[in-house]
């Protein structure tokens, strides 16, 4: 049981959940009942997602990382494949116990994720772009429990998540160039080069650093989010020496000290 739990990789799972939350918060819209469904659908789906990416990604996951629970032999490809369409399927019902418009997220983010999965991570940018759409979307989907203004209400913390998520996942295709090699993957590494990837991923990072500054949550907010800029122009100076590795991690601990900003603009703005 402990590799089922694994495969889902929680902590990411966690994240995302917290950021839906999060986005409730910033929306107004905190109550019990919501925010455990919105909690539980966000856990469910995301790791859903990440169960049938291992599914799809075995072979290149067999060069990349091994010690996964499909190369490792400790959970069945047949058996991934079943156990994250179960996931969606119950987190998909969770969302429909909110109201329309969580549902209708969460049913898009699944057939996003599935198609991420089989066809588009394999496509320069275009998976990219589904990843970082999918990241962002979770303060959405929190904000969604309220209606129309809760999505306008998180705008800025999509947005910035989306900024930064692009440049992690370029960074992740930087480091995974050999596996995704030997896979026969196209992602932009491979077809436009590592320094013109490294470019961008850079880019990213350093738009996310300006819209940071933007958002109008006030002066905790804006104390807050100074660190995880530090975190994102640490990722700019490690993608420019040619750590790819570490510059995702250092994107990953700048996004959860910005989950604490936006978790300080709903708390105290």
Do not use: H
């Not at 060069?63 to 490792?72: A, F, V």
């Not at 490294?198 to 804006?222: C, I, M, R």
């Amino acid at each position: 049981m402990r590799a089922y739990w694994e495969i889902l990789r929680p902590f990411n799972c966690m994240m995302a959940a917290a950021a839906a939350i999060i986005g409730l918060a910033i929306a107004g819209g905190l109550e019990p009942l919501a925010t455990a469904l919105i909690f539980l659908t966000v856990f469910l789906i995301t790791g859903a997602g990440n169960a049938v990416n291992d599914y799809y990604d075995r072979d290149i996951d067999a060069i990349n990382r091994p010690r996964r629970p499909i190369p490792s032999g400790r959970v069945s490809a047949r058996a991934a494949f079943y156990y994250s369409l179960a996931l969606f399927a119950v987190g998909c019902l969770c969302a429909g116990l909110v109201n329309q418009i969580c549902l209708a997220v969460a049913a898009f983010n699944s057939v996003l994720l599935f198609l991420y999965a089989r066809n588009l991570k394999a496509t320069p940018l275009a998976g990219n772009i589904s990843v970082a759409f999918l990241t962002g979307s979770a303060f959405l989907f929190g904000g969604a429990v309220v209606g129309t203004a809760g999505l306008l209400a998180n705008r800025i913390p999509f947005l910035l998540s989306f900024l930064v998520s692009m440049s992690r996942e370029i960074a992740k295709d930087i480091e995974d160039m050999a596996g995704d090699r030997a896979g026969g993957a196209r992602t932009l590494p491979i077809l436009a080069g590592e320094r013109a990837s490294a470019a961008l991923a850079a880019a990213f990072a350093l738009a996310a650093v300006g819209l940071g500054f933007y958002a109008p949550f006030g002066e905790v907010y804006l104390v807050i989010v100074v660190v995880a800029d530090l975190f994102f122009l640490l990722s700019v100076l490690k993608i420019a020496r040619g750590d790819a590795t570490g510059s995702q991690k250092a994107l990953k601990k700048g996004m959860a000290v910005a989950l604490v900003a936006f978790l300080a603009a709903a708390l105290f703005y």
